[in-house]
């Protein structure tokens, strides 16, 4: 008969010896916490996503202020811009979304312009298409289509382009060979983002303000030059210029979220995949947070 503490497995000695030995390091087995329920887990996933999205808020933020100060040196000491990489960008990113930013925007000021037009004309003050097409292309669809498109060729873009050489291991190449990775790669980036969204919104207001004219044209007869007269008499130009103003802050944002994803890729393409895709998420919905926040801002402003 076993004695305490002995466990008796079949009739081997050396199986026995075994078990003895294994049986002081056994632990009780401990039941199980109970299932959580549905309310608490939910709150719990919810709490945990709050957590994730503060601490990737605060990697945003780092980066961004890594991004302004390699953008500030190479700023005060332009013999370190890479011309070429620079212009490529552009091209890429600015000079071929054009023709899109243009077409959008001009279907965007055609919707406005026709939703005006019918809900104006019921009150009688249908003249009034004209200072909403003017107001809301000059100051908030201008520049956030650019925007929104800028983040959809652009931050995807340069997440995926950065993320592939991560993946080959090229940005470990240029870090042993002393080359600044924000130098190489980051800051072209900014520039042509910077450089471009001004265009790009230019061309977006003109889009949305001919797509504006088109429709009042033909729903009110409203004439063309009739159109370009009293926007310049009761538009002000400050709608303009805050539009303008809006771009490079998106632009920054813009290119932030692109680069940073591009340098979370890991070694797979699964990773590629999802970064290049939370870089346009994150882009577009910074751009409709901060276009709020600058909404909030002016209206405190009385701009």
């Known amino acids: 008969m076993p004695t305490d503490g002995e466990i008796l497995f079949g009739t081997r000695d050396d199986v026995r010896r075994l078990a003895n030995l294994v049986a002081p390091g056994m632990t009780p087995h401990e039941d199980s916490p109970p299932p959580r329920g549905y309310l608490t887990g939910f709150f719990a996933r919810f709490g945990q996503q709050i957590i994730e999205i503060a601490h990737d808020a605060y990697a945003m933020l780092v980066f961004t202020g890594q991004m302004i100060l390699a953008l500030g040196g190479t700023l005060l000491?332009?013999?370190?811009?890479?011309?070429?990489?620079?212009?490529?960008?552009?091209?890429e990113s600015g000079i071929n979304a054009l023709p899109i930013v243009f077409i959008m925007t001009f279907f965007i000021g055609a919707i406005i312009a026709l939703v005006g037009t019918n809900l104006l004309t019921s009150l009688g003050v249908e003249i009034f298409t004209v200072e909403l097409v003017g107001v809301a292309i000059l100051r908030e669809f201008g520049v956030v289509i650019a925007a929104i498109l800028l983040a959809g060729r652009s931050a995807s873009a340069f997440a995926a382009q950065i993320g592939s050489m991560r993946m080959n291991q090229e940005v470990a190449a240029m870090q042993v060979m002393g080359v600044d990775r924000f130098d190489a790669l980051v800051t072209p980036r900014i520039l042509a983002a910077l450089v471009m969204i001004p265009l790009m919104t230019f061309v977006g207001d003109l889009g949305g303000l001919l797509g504006g004219l088109l429709v009042s044209w033909a729903t009110i007869d409203i004439s063309p030059s009739f159109f370009v007269t009293r926007l310049a008499e009761t538009v002000s130009i400050k709608h303009f210029w805050i539009g303008m103003g809006k771009a490079p802050f998106l632009a920054l944002l813009i290119a932030a979220a692109g680069c940073r994803h591009g340098m979370m890729v890991g070694g797979d393409v699964q990773s590629l995949g999802r970064h290049v895709t939370s870089a346009v998420v994150q882009s577009v919905f910074l751009i409709i947070m901060f276009?709020?926040?600058?909404?909030?801002i002016f209206m405190v402003l009385g701009l």
Not at 291 to 296: G, L, P, R, S, T
Request: hydrophobic fraction near 55%; charge should be positive; aromatic fraction near 10%.
């Open 77 to 91: 000491r332009p013999r370190r811009l890479r011309v070429t990489p620079l212009f490529a960008v552009m091209q």
């Open 291 to 296: 276009d709020a926040i600058f909404a909030v």
